[in-house]
C-alpha cells in the first residue's frame, strides 16, 4: 500500500545495501518517484535469496522482493565513463539521490557532492554507509555482525539464562543494522526535505550505520554516563529477573510481565492463588526477582498446561501485560493482524504471489494505492532513460556497451 | 534554518518510543511542549535515562484528569502543528481530546496515535510494553543461540518505533506543506518491528522454513562470529565472507591454514566452522581488543570490537564526528552521550539544552502562547489545574 506524502519527489537510489534499499522503499511506500539504479549484473540482494528451492533466480529473492517494492528500476553503471553521461542526466532531474558508495570512490568517480550540485543546486545527497563519511574509522570494513557487535546492543541484549556460555554477547537476526539504518537514512532523508523546502538549497546527508544501531541503546548512554558504570545484559537480567518471564507453554514460549503489584495479584488470581503465592519469598517484586529460580518453576506448571495463545488472551482478559512469544509463522494466523491488513498480497510477473508487510501506519482519510512488485531487472530502463530525453539509438549504442 | 523551525508539538507521551520521537523532532528545531503532571509524571523520571530522552524540550504541568486541563491542552493544540500520544487504545479519546475534537478546533493539525497494536483490531486494548511486543512480532524468537529460550532482546521496539514515527510526522508536515491538509495516523508498534524482519518473513513465505536463533553465525559464511581477546569478557567480531578476506585473516593473525583443504572455499570453512572457531580463538586470546582491531582492519577484515556502551560514550571516531557530544544536565552534571545519528551538512549539528524539569515551562506556554494573565495562572495553579 503506498500513500501520498512525498508525491512529486524523485528519489535516485543508487547502492548496494539493505540500507539503500529499504530507505527508498519506505519513500516509495509514502508516494516519492523512485529509480533504483543497478548494475547491468542486478543488485546484490538479488543473489541473497531466500529462494524457493533454495535455487538462486535473480527476479526470485525473497529479501529483493521485499525491499524493492512500489520502485522503477533500471540498469546502470554510473563508474564508467558513458554511464556516468547518463547518471548526471537523472541526478539533475531528481530531488534525491541515496547512495552508499565510499567518499574516497565518490570523488574517483567525480559524483562527490561538490561535482553534482553543480548541475542540480537543490539537490539532497543521502549518503550511507558502516562508518559515516568523515572519521577515522571511515573506511573500515564492516558487516551486520561487526557493526552490531561495536553498537553496545550486542551486550544490552538479555543474555541467555544461567549457562555461562551464554554470556556471549549475541547479534540480532534478519539483518537489522540495514533495517534500522534504512529506517535511520529515511527520517533524515524527510528533514532534509523539510529544510529544502524552506531554502531551496540542497543538502548533504551523512548517515552511519553504526551509528544508526547505537541508538537503539539510546537513554542507556546517559544512565551508563552519569552513573560512570556500563551494565551488561547479564547484571541487568539478575536485578530484573521475571520482570519480563519468558515461560514455557505446550506450544513454545509465553511472555508474562505481572511487575506491579496488582498485576501480580491479578496474575496469581489467573493461576487459581495457589497456596505458594502468600510464600513471603515471593512478597513483592524484589523478591521475586532474588528467589526466582524457585518461583519460575511454580508459574510454568501452569503455563506448560496451555497454549501460548491461551495464557495470552487469559492474562490480557485480566489486564496482565502478556504476549506469546510468536515465530514468523504464527504472525501470518494472527486475528489482529489480519484485521488491521499488516500484510498484503503483490503479484511479481515472475515470483508469483507473495505476501508483503504494509506500512505500520494508517493515515485517516488518505486512499492508497494498491502495490507494484518489485521491478524486474533493468524493467524500466528504457522508460526511464526517454524520459531524460535519451533516444532509442542511443540506448541502443549503451546497451551494446554493456553500460545499461 | 532547522527543518521543522517554526513547528510547536504538544507531546502527551511518555516513557520511550514517543519521547524519542519527540526528542529528534526537538533536535531539528521544533518546539516541543512535553505536558505531564505531579499525578501523572513520566515514569522515566525516575532514572538517568530521562535525561538523554527529554533533551531540548519544554516541561509544560497540565492535570490532564481536570476539565480545565484538558481545555488549556485543547488550547494549546489549537495553536500547535503536531500533537502525539501514546497513551492505552482508547484513553484519549474519553478524555475528549481525540483526533475530531482536535480537527475541529485546528483543522490542520498533524495527530499521531501509536500504540502497543494499533487502535484497530480485537486485540487493539491490550496492555502492552515495546520490550513484550517483539515477542509478539517475531523478533524475539529469533534471537540467541541455538537449542536454548529465545532472548527478548532489550528495548529494540520502542525506539525504532521512535525513530518511524519521526519520520512519519515529518513525512505529513511536508503533505500539509503542499495540500494545507492535516493528518491522523494510528500507528502499531508491533507493525513497525515486523516490517523490520523482511527477510524471516520473506524466507517462510518463499520456503516454509522457520528462522531459529543461530548466535553469532551465519547461514554460509564462517570464520563469522566473536572471538575473545585478553582480558576479562572482551570480544572481536570477525566475518569472513570470501577467500581474500580468508587469506588476509589467516596472514594477520599468523595462521598457516590459507591452503589448508578442510578449510578451502566458503563451503569448507562453513563446514569446518567449530574447528576453525578454536583455532582463531587461541590466536585472538594473545591480543587485547584494541591491539587486535588495528591489525584486523589494516588486513581489509570486516571486524569490530564488542562495545559496551561507556566506551562508545568515549570512542575516538565518535567523537571526532560529533555524534558523541558533550552535555550538561540541569544540575550542572557534564557528560559525553550521543547526539543524534544523522548529519546534515547545511545544519551545524544541534547541541543539546537540558531535560526539562516537571512544568519548569508552564507559565511560559500559558503566558506566551495562550495569552494568559498573571492572575488567570495564578487561579489555574490555584485550582490544582496547573499540577
Known amino acids: 500500500m503506498s500513500y501520498d506524502f512525498w508525491k512529486g519527489v524523485n528519489v535516485i537510489e543508487w547502492g548496494r545495501s539493505i540500507a539503500t534499499a529499504f530507505n527508498a522503499r519506505m519513500l516509495a511506500d509514502m508516494g516519492a518517484h523512485v529509480v533504483k539504479v543497478e548494475p547491468p549484473t542486478g543488485d546484490p540482494a538479488r543473489r541473497m535469496g531466500p529462494f524457493p528451492d533454495n535455487t538462486p533466480h535473480p527476479e526470485k529473492s525473497g529479501l529483493f522482493l521485499a525491499l524493492n517494492t512500489n520502485k522503477l528500476g533500471i540498469t546502470l553503471d554510473p563508474t564508467c565513463e558513458t554511464g556516468r553521461t547518463v547518471f548526471v542526466e537523472l541526478v539533475k532531474a531528481t530531488d534525491v539521490l541515496i547512495f552508499d558508495a565510499r567518499p574516497k570512490d565518490l570523488a574517483r568517480w567525480r559524483l562527490a557532492f561538490g561535482d553534482l550540485k553543480k548541475l542540480n543546486g537543490s539537490l539532497i545527497m543521502v549518503s550511507i554507509t558502516p562508518f559515516g563519511s568523515s572519521g577515522p574509522y571511515q573506511d573500515f570494513k564492516a558487516s551486520d555482525l561487526t557493526l552490531f557487535q561495536m553498537s553496545g546492543y550486542a551486550r544490552s541484549m538479555v543474555r541467555g539464562e544461567s549457562d555461562p556460555s551464554a554470556k556471549v554477547p549475541v547479534r540480532a537476526q534478519g539483518e537489522q543494522i540495514g533495517m534500522v539504518g534504512g529506517l535511520t537514512a529515511t527520517l533524515a532523508t524527510s528533514m532534509a526535505l523539510l529544510q529544502r523546502a524552506a531554502t531551496k538549497q540542497g543538502t548533504f546527508v551523512d548517515v552511519s550505520l553504526w551509528e544508526a544501531m547505537c541508538m537503539l541503546n539510546n537513554g542507556g548512554y546517559a544512565t551508563t554516563a552519569f552513573q560512570q558504570f556500563a551494565a551488561t545484559g547479564s547484571e541487568e537480567q539478575a536485578a530484573n529477573r521475571g520482570t519480563v518471564a519468558t515461560l514455557e507453554t505446550n506450544d513454545g514460549y509465553v511472555v508474562v510481565s505481572p511487575r506491579e503489584d496488582d498485576q501480580w495479584t491479578r496474575w496469581i488470581a489467573l493461576l487459581g492463588n495457589p497456596p505458594w503465592a502468600s510464600d513471603p519469598r515471593f512478597a513483592n517484586r524484589q523478591l521475586r526477582s532474588k528467589n526466582w529460580d524457585e518461583l519460575e518453576p511454580l508459574l510454568v506448571e501452569w503455563t506448560s498446561r496451555h497454549s501460548k495463545e491461551e495464557v495470552y488472551h487469559l492474562a490480557q482478559g485480566r489486564e496482565i501485560p502478556s504476549f506469546p512469544m510468536n515465530t514468523v509463522a504464527d504472525l501470518f494466523r494472527s486475528e489482529q493482524l489480519r484485521v488491521r491488513g499488516a500484510f498484503t498480497t503483490i503479484e511479481h510477473p515472475v515470483a508469483g504471489k507473495l505476501p508483503h508487510t504494509t506500512p505500520p501506519y494508517r493515515p485517516g482519510g488518505q486512499q492508497p494505492r494498491p502495490d507494484e512488485p518489485a521491478p524486474r531487472l533493468g524493467e524500466h530502463t528504457e522508460q526511464v532513460l526517454a524520459g531524460i530525453g535519451i533516444a532509442k539509438e542511443e540506448q541502443l549504442r549503451l546497451r551494446a556497451l554493456g553500460v545499461i | ?387
Open chain 2, 1 to 387: 534554518m532547522k527543518p521543522l523551525e517554526g513547528i510547536r508539538v504538544v507531546d502527551f507521551s511518555w516513557v520511550l518510543a514517543g519521547p524519542i520521537c519527540t526528542r529528534y523532532l526537538a533536535f531539528m528545531g521544533a518546539e516541543v511542549l512535553k505536558v505531564e503532571s505531579h499525578r501523572r509524571p513520566d515514569p522515566s523520571r525516575r532514572g538517568d535515562g530521562f535525561q538523554m530522552l527529554n533533551q531540548n524540550k519544554r516541561g509544560v504541568a497540565l492535570n490532564l484528569s481536570t476539565p480545565e486541563g484538558r481545555a488549556l491542552a485543547l488550547e494549546l493544540v489549537k495553536k500547535s502543528d503536531v500533537v502525539i500520544e501514546n497513551f492505552a487504545t482508547g484513553v484519549i479519546d474519553r478524555m475528549g481530546l481525540g483526533y475530531d475534537v482536535l480537527k475541529a478546533a485546528n483543522p490542520q493539525i498533524v495527530m499521531v496515535s501509536s500504540a502497543g497494536l494499533g487502535h484497530t483490531g480485537p486485540e487493539r486494548g491490550y496492555a502492552a510494553y515495546g520490550t513484550l511486543i517483539q515477542a509478539y512480532t517475531g523478533w524475539s524468537a529469533i534471537q540467541g543461540y541455538p537449542g536454548r529460550k529465545p532472548i527478548i532482546g532489550g528495548a529494540f521496539t520502542d525506539p525504532a518505533a521512535g525513530t518511524w514515527l519521526a519520520g512519519l510526522i515529518a513525512s505529513a508536515l511536508y503533505r500539509r506543506k503542499q495540500t494545507g491538509e492535516g493528518a491522523y495516523l494510528d500507528v502499531s508498534m508491533a507493525e513497525v518491528t515486523i516490517n523490520l524482519l523482511a527477510q524471516p518473513l520473506m524466507e517462510y513465505a518463499i520456503t516454509g522454513a522457520v528462522r531459529q536463533p543461530q548466535g553469532n553465525r551465519d547461514d554460509w559464511f564462517a570464520p563469522h562470529n566473536v572471538y575473545p581477546c585478553a582480558g576479562d569478557d572482551q570480544w572481536m567480531a570477525i566475518a569472513v565472507t570470501n577467500d581474500e578476506e580468508w587469506a588476509g585473516l589467516c596472514k594477520a593473525l599468523g595462521l598457516e591454514l590459507a591452503s589448508d583443504v578442510r578449510f578451502q572455499m566458503a563451503l569448507g570453512r562453513w563446514k569446518h566452522q567449530e574447528e576453525l572457531d578454536s583455532i582463531i580463538s587461541e590466536e585472538t586470546r594473545r591480543y587485547t581488543v584494541t591491539e587486535l582491531f588495528a591489525r584486523l582492519q589494516r588486513a581489509g577484515i570486516p571486524s569490530g570490537p564488542c562495545y559496551d556502551l561507556a566506551q562508545i560514550n568515549a570512542n575516538e571516531h565518535l567523537v571526532e564526528r560529533g555524534f558523541i557530544h558533550e552535555y550538561t544536565d540541569n544540575r550542572g552534571r557534564k557528560v559525553n552521550i550521543p547526539s543524534i545519528p544523522w548529519q546534515i551538512e547545511s545544519l551545524p549539528l544541534p547541541a543539546a539544552s537540558p531535560a526539562p524539569e516537571l512544568g519548569q515551562d508552564t507559565e511560559y506556554a500559558l503566558r506566551e502562547i495562550l495569552d494568559l494573565t498573571p492572575e488567570k495562572i495564578a487561579e489555574l495553579q490555584k485550582a490544582g489545574v496547573l499540577y
